[in-house]
């Protein structure tokens, strides 16, 4: 099958890409760089012309809530429509577990009209909805680092390994269209306070924990990002995968 992958450079996309390769599929990775815009629709028809499948993996780069929300619902019509013109089967989207339960959340309620517009673009569907990835948790604690302490809320996660979401995604792009959603997320729950701690406990750099219910950007997040008791695990748990990165 010819699949494109919207986002086929990133962090997702691109190992989405190298596992469909692997699996004989003719994966072709679309972005900026290769000559697509998704926000202008320019280049969408060439790359689309002859997919089979199209798996969205791309990302707002911002964070905002009017940015973001141009972002995905502009980016879905177009890719919609595209879709339609070139006779594409089925639509693969990521999105993020717990999204549509924090309606405070701008950027959640971006991915939650991104959802709803990919429903809608008459193209049969399927949404994988992941936890927050492991390689996440470095950033969230340099941004809420003050000095020597990094502030952390005690928010249960139960994050996963982008290769882990990368599989999933690319099991979806060759399956059947779902037209409904499937939640993923790693094997073990951890509060976010203490997965900073697993991370120093690894790669000690002189800073310290401190539990802060109102520190960075999970502060004020309701216990709904670790999925319910039918959400799909992974395998790999967040110690193993520190010791190989």
Same mark, same amino acid.
């Given at each position: 099958? @010819?699949i494109?992958?919207i986002?086929?450079?990133?962090?997702?996309g691109?190992?989405?890409?190298?596992?469909l390769?692997? !699996? *004989?599929h003719?994966?072709?990775? +679309?972005?900026?760089?290769?000559g697509?815009?998704t &926000?202008?629709g320019?280049g969408?028809?060439p790359?689309l012309k002859g997919?089979d499948? $199209?798996v969205d993996?791309?990302?707002?780069?911002?964070?905002?809530a *009017?940015p973001?929300?141009d972002f995905f619902t !502009?980016?879905a019509?177009?890719?919609a429509?595209?879709e339609? /013109?070139?006779g594409?089967?089925h #639509? $693969?989207a990521?999105?993020?577990? %717990?999204v549509?339960?924090?309606?405070d959340? *701008?950027y959640y309620?971006? @991915?939650?009209a991104?959802?709803?517009?990919?429903r =809608?673009? =008459?193209?049969?569907y399927?949404?994988?909805r992941?936890?927050?990835?492991?390689?996440?948790?470095?950033?969230?604690? /340099?941004?809420s680092t003050?000095? *020597?302490?990094?502030?952390?809320?005690s928010l249960?996660?139960r994050?996963i390994?982008s290769a882990?979401v990368?599989? +999933?995604?690319? /099991?979806?792009?060759q399956g059947?269209p779902?037209? %409904?959603?499937?939640?993923?997320?790693?094997?073990e729950?951890?509060? &976010?306070?203490?997965l900073?701690?697993i991370?120093?406990a690894? @790669?000690?750099d002189g800073?310290?924990?401190?539990?802060?219910?109102?520190?960075?950007?999970f502060?004020g997040?309701?216990?709904?990002?670790t %999925?319910d008791?039918?959400?799909?695990?992974?395998?790999t748990r967040?110690?193993?995968?520190l010791?190989? #990165?």
């Amino acid at each position: 099958m @010819k699949i494109v992958v919207i986002g086929g450079t990133g962090l997702i996309g691109s190992q989405v890409v190298a596992r469909l390769r692997e !699996r *004989g599929h003719e994966a072709v990775a +679309a972005s900026p760089s290769t000559g697509v815009d998704t &926000l202008t629709g320019e280049g969408l028809a060439p790359a689309l012309k002859g997919a089979d499948v $199209v798996v969205d993996v791309s990302n707002s780069p911002s964070f905002e809530a *009017g940015p973001a929300l141009d972002f995905f619902t !502009r980016t879905a019509r177009n890719v919609a429509d595209a879709e339609r /013109d070139a006779g594409v089967r089925h #639509h $693969v989207a990521l999105s993020i577990v %717990g999204v549509d339960q924090v309606p405070d959340y *701008g950027y959640y309620r971006a @991915k939650v009209a991104q959802e709803e517009a990919v429903r =809608g673009g =008459g193209v049969p569907y399927s949404i994988v909805r992941a936890t927050q990835f492991f390689e996440f948790v470095a950033p969230v604690m /340099d941004l809420s680092t003050q000095g *020597g302490e990094v502030r952390l809320p005690s928010l249960p996660l139960r994050p996963i390994a982008s290769a882990d979401v990368a599989a +999933a995604v690319a /099991d979806a792009a060759q399956g059947a269209p779902s037209n %409904g959603v499937r939640d993923i997320a790693g094997p073990e729950v951890h509060r &976010l306070d203490r997965l900073g701690e697993i991370t120093l406990a690894a @790669k000690p750099d002189g800073r310290s924990v401190v539990t802060d219910e109102d520190a960075g950007l999970f502060a004020g997040f309701p216990d709904v990002l670790t %999925g319910d008791d039918t959400v799909h695990t992974a395998a790999t748990r967040y110690e193993d995968w520190l010791r190989q #990165h």
